[in-house]
């Protein structure tokens, strides 16, 4: 028998009989590991199974539903390239959000610049596990950090996703793909790592972005208004007819965009408690409110209410109560649809026409504007005094300077980020393709396929 292990079963034994005598010195021991056993966030499955539901919702949301929703609005010759477009965006920022994406938008950055953008200390995923946790803030409850990665993999997916719309019809597929990447980690991360992550510039300046008002909309909205005059007018607009092809397509996408849409705010929440209950609720009656809204604002103007003009209301509603989600109450949600609805509305109509610039899919005036829309509002429709969840010695006007302020930065960081990386991706692989194959459609002229074989 060797002596080490006797050696050690003498001392354990010793110890333990120590700690017998003195049971002061057994609490002494205890206690350390008592105490970190109830720091620990507890994982919470009821939690962590509605976040998993969310991401799928919210991947449902992109892909199908904005890929048929865009889809259905374009000429039937380029139907393939806005579902190829809208797949192939969502592919690759999934992997580049696992390569460093999620590391630079929710992690400590660099010193001086950690209040603008995080480090590498998770690339790859790195010390990322099935045991590592992401606290939800609230009471020491957590969801797993894979849940976590996974459902932000899906904003930041969606996101570049939405402005492909602008452009749609006379954009090189490669076009896509390369400014998709810039654009993800120079515009994208940044804005997300200010806005949502504890050290971040916009988070602690108290803007209030619950589901991505600012991150997603604004961001996506302004950067296709950019792309859209950057890329110029598709060859007929204004003269030809270039009337959607299937708005049963388009219909049908929106519908996935509203059902996709409650995982995306009530998902925000990062718990299954009132608060997504709130969310959710909130979910259906801005959008309700919008789509009505839109829909009597275009009957009054031209006589008739239109399917696309109700859908399109919808959609304004969803963007606009996306930053207020879970800070508006319910009555405060129909009010900011029907706001958003109106404004919306004349956004896409009297400003598209007089400024004259072909924003194809109406990504700015829907998501850009909505978006500042709802941003704006979240100050008001969030204050305690009108039902509102804002917490704090909360003032409408000091956070709607507060709110402005988020709009601002993100307007004027995506604006001039977006011209430039437009401009490099067009000296690198060209932005349009040329007439021929606009006239042709993009479907066989950058995939060799057709959406449609009689």
């Known amino acids: 028998m060797k002596i080490r292990p006797l050696l050690m079963t003498a001392l354990g034994g010793a110890a333990l009989g120590l700690l017998a005598l003195d049971p002061a010195l057994a609490q002494d021991a205890a206690a350390p590991a008592a105490e970190a056993a109830a720091t620990a966030p507890t994982v919470s499955k009821g939690d962590t199974t509605w976040m998993?539901?969310?991401?799928?919702?919210?991947?449902?949301?992109?892909?199908?539903?904005?890929?048929?929703?865009?889809?259905?609005?374009?000429?039937?010759?380029?139907?393939?390239?806005?579902?190829?477009?809208?797949?192939?965006?969502?592919?690759l920022v999934a992997i580049l959000w696992?390569?460093?994406?999620?590391s630079l938008a929710f992690t400590s950055g660099p010193e001086g610049l950690g209040a603008f953008i995080g480090g590498f200390s998770k690339a790859f995923l790195a010390g990322v596990t099935t045991d590592s946790t992401a606290d939800t803030f609230t009471k020491g409850v957590a969801i797993p950090e894979l849940t976590f990665v996974a459902f932000q993999l899906t904003f930041a997916a969606l996101t570049p996703a939405l402005i492909v719309g602008a452009?749609?019809?006379?954009?090189?597929?490669?076009?896509?793909?390369?400014?998709?990447?810039?654009?993800v980690t120079v515009i994208y991360l940044p804005v997300a790592h200010m806005v949502w992550f504890s050290e971040g510039y916009l988070f602690?300046?108290?803007a209030l972005d619950f589901a991505g008002g600012t991150v997603v909309h604004i961001n996506s909205g302004v950067a296709a208004l950019v792309g859209a005059i950057m890329i110029g007018k598709r060859i007929g607009y204004g003269r030809d007819l270039l009337a959607p092809h299937s708005l049963t397509l388009t219909f049908v996408g929106a519908c996935m965009l509203w059902v996709g849409w409650f995982g995306f705010n009530a998902g925000s929440n990062l718990e299954a408690t009132g608060g997504a209950a709130l969310a959710l609720v909130n979910t259906i009656l801005a959008p309700a409110a919008a789509g009505l809204a839109w829909m009597t604002v275009e009957?009054?103007?031209?006589?008739?209410?239109?399917l696309l003009g109700i859908?399109?209301?919808?959609v304004a509603g969803l963007v606009a109560i996306t930053p207020a989600a879970g800070l508006s109450g319910p009555m405060g949600a129909i009010v900011l649809g029907l706001v958003a609805g109106v404004i919306c509305y004349y956004a896409v109509t009297s400003v598209k026409n007089?400024?004259?610039?072909?924003?194809?899919?109406?990504?700015?005036?829907?998501?850009?504007?909505?978006?500042?829309?709802g941003a704006l509002g979240t100050a008001i429709v969030a204050a305690p005094s009108l039902g509102g969840y804002g917490v704090g010695e909360y003032t409408i006007g000091g956070q709607l300077w507060t709110q402005f302020v988020a709009v601002v930065i993100t307007l004027i960081w995506t604006t001039g980020g977006s011209l430039i990386l437009f401009k490099l991706v067009d000296l690198v692989v060209g932005?349009?393709?040329?007439?021929?194959?606009?006239?042709?459609?993009?479907?066989?002229?950058?995939?060799?396929?057709?959406?449609?074989?009689?």
């Not at 865009?70 to 806005?82: E, I, P």
């Not at 859908?311 to 919808?314: E, L, V």
């Open 167 to 183: 452009f749609a019809e006379r954009i090189r597929f490669s076009a896509v793909m390369l400014f998709t990447g810039l654009w």
């Open 98 to 102: 696992v390569f460093y994406g999620y």
């Open 299 to 306: 009957a009054m103007a031209k006589g008739k209410a239109s």
């Open 52 to 91: 998993l539901v969310s991401t799928i919702l919210v991947i449902l949301m992109t892909i199908p539903g904005l890929a048929l929703f865009y889809g259905g609005l374009v000429r039937t010759k380029n139907m393939l390239s806005v579902l190829m477009q809208v797949f192939a965006v969502f592919s």
């Open 431 to 454: 932005l349009r393709v040329t007439p021929d194959a606009e006239r042709e459609g993009l479907d066989l002229a950058d995939h060799g396929e057709r959406a449609y074989n009689y």
């Open 354 to 373: 007089a400024l004259g610039y072909d924003d194809a899919l109406d990504v700015f005036g829907i998501h850009g504007v909505g978006g500042i829309v």
């Open 204 to 206: 602690a300046l108290g």
């Open 311 to 314: 859908a399109s209301g919808a």
